[in-house]
């Protein structure tokens, strides 16, 4: 009668271990933690050209605008739902100036300045 009582307990406190290992334990919680990530437009120029790159994940509006010297709109155009933004800008017959290019997204507002001389 021992026997068959000590194997009852044993196969009793084996099944609940498996249980509780395979819940986990009974106090621990998984925390996510969503990842949010802000980028920044990558612009480059090259000779008279100026690239800009977004990321725009959100996928949120982007405004991207020219202004010269005298801060008069040269350049508008709203990119709707694009999760990549990529716009070259060809300065090669633009007037000699100073311009600001200024690209707004969710996240912010940045701006590059485009020598022409």
Same mark, same amino acid.
């Given at each position: 009668m021992k026997s068959v009582l000590k194997t009852i307990t044993v196969a009793a406190v084996l099944f609940a271990g498996a249980v509780g290992f395979a819940n986990g334990p009974a106090k621990s919680e998984v925390e996510k933690k969503l990842v949010t990530v802000e980028l920044d437009p990558v612009f480059v120029k090259k000779g008279d050209t100026l690239l800009i790159n977004l990321l725009n994940l959100s996928q949120e509006n982007v405004t +991207? /605008? $020219?202004?010269? *010297? @005298? =801060?008069? +709109? $040269? %350049? *508008? !155009? /709203?990119? !709707? =739902? @694009? $999760?990549? $933004? @990529? /716009?070259? %800008?060809n300065f090669e017959k633009a007037y000699e100036d100073e311009y600001t290019v200024i690209v707004a997204d969710a996240s912010g507002t940045y701006k590059e300045k485009v020598s022409v001389r």
């Open positions: +991207l /605008k $020219v202004y010269d *010297s @005298e =801060g008069r +709109l $040269v %350049f *508008s !155009e /709203k990119i !709707e =739902g @694009e $999760v990549v $933004v @990529e /716009k070259a %800008f």
